[in-house]
């Protein structure tokens, strides 16, 4: 980390002299990841692009005054989601509101022992899960799981997709998570167990199904 | 928050918090404990871990050359 940590300051530093090749470096870096962010946000991959392209701008403006105080990964999405909130068309508040507001749970009730059995609350016999097969790089059964996950991530509700690229594609934590997006600790948290349980039922019922 | 044994279906609901480390230390006793003792929790687990990776190996999306070459010349045009 501290390699490309360093790597990445003198990349800065060439930026402000106007180095194109530093530009085309960083640029190939961060935005993979700032278009995936960004889709989080808006209803298109063109405004997604947009919004990407104007959080660089936005950087060329600012190279000058820019201290490294934060990471530059830190400044470009901290700056790139308030641009792609801002050109958001979906009503966020409800979204919100309507994640807390829904206390069930994220896996079917129907699959636990009720209350007049002597275990509730337990798994039900035939609804106990089996452990997910090892799948080697490259499989034809891992490429199918990824390739489900994927589609999975892509419905989720926003919020909950965006929680989960940074946690578990790009790897953010938990602290950081919560600082980019400006949500307590523990809204973060129920919006990632959803979203991967979402995704972990997907491969379940897809498993259970592939003899 | 009860302090019984731990039920698969509360448990079911803590495996984010556990990953992460964050259940205080008497929920992560009861977690623990009820690990020991139930396979299918278990399994649960390793479920979850599982989906995680899986969701950690979907490659980025290629960058499109055309919109690379927008963001190349945006910073032409700037500089």
Known sequence: MTGKAGDEEALVAALKDGNESAFAALVDRHTPTML???RGYVPSRE????????TWIALLKGIGSFEGRSSLRTWLFTVLINIAKRRGMRERRDAD??????????????????????????????????????????????????TLARRELDTLPE?????VTMRDMLGLDSAEVCELLEISVANQRVLLHRGRAAVRRVLEDYLRETP | MTTGPMDCNELVELVTAYLD????????????????ECDGCENYLQQFRSTVATVGKIPFDELDPTFRNRLINAFRDWS
């Open chain 1, 36 to 38: 995936r962010v960004a």
């Open chain 1, 47 to 54: 405004i997604a692009e947009e919004v990407v392209q104007e």
């Open chain 1, 97 to 146: 509101v309507a994640v807390m507001a829904f206390t069930g749970g994220t896996v079917d009730p129907a699959r636990f022992r009720g209350s007049d059995d002597p275990y509730p609350g337990h798994w039900l016999p035939n609804e106990v899960p089996s452990p997910f097969p090892d799948t080697p790089e490259g499989s034809v059964l891992g490429d199918e799981l990824i």
């Open chain 1, 159 to 163: 919020r909950q997709r965006v929680v």
């Open chain 2, 21 to 36: 480390g964050s259940l205080d230390l008497e929920d992560r006793a009861r977690f623990d404990t009820h690990l020991l």
